[in-house]
């Protein structure tokens, strides 16, 4: 299982670091993705990595504000996120992907709250 954290309250134009970590596998040659849910509003994809790092994906309102990154040696992925708004506000979320974009199965984690204040 994947365990997010990171997430935090944070004013309009902030900055977090989300990381998704894993204790019991390793997350080389898997793709992971960033998913989000805000409160009355149904799940979706924030950003994803491939497995080889050299591929990544952003939906069109973070683009320019976040950046997705591996760290092998750390068995984590990260999620940075400036400029935040509060439409960002949400439950954030990993998951390992068969490919990036990709399709998420599978029960899905706590995840971490971000809250973007204005």
């Known amino acids: 299982q994947l365990v997010e954290s990171g997430g935090g309250l944070v004013q309009h134009g902030g900055s977090l670091r989300l990381s998704c970590a894993a204790s019991?596998?390793?997350?080389?040659?898997?793709?992971i993705g960033w998913f989000r849910q805000a409160p009355g509003k149904e799940r979706e994809g924030v950003s994803c990595?491939?497995?080889?790092?050299?591929?990544?994906y952003y939906r069109d309102s973070v683009k320019g504000r976040f950046t997705i990154s591996r760290d092998s040696a750390k068995n984590t992925v990260y999620l940075q996120m400036n400029s935040l708004k509060p439409e960002d506000t949400a439950i954030y979320y990993c998951?390992?992907?068969?490919?990036?974009?990709?399709?998420?199965?599978?029960?899905w984690g706590q995840g971490t709250q971000v809250t973007v204040s204005s």
């Open positions: 998951k390992a992907l068969g490919s990036c974009p990709g399709v998420p199965s599978g029960s």
């Open positions: 990595i491939s497995s080889s790092g050299d591929s990544t």
């Open positions: 019991r596998f390793t997350l080389d040659g898997l793709a």
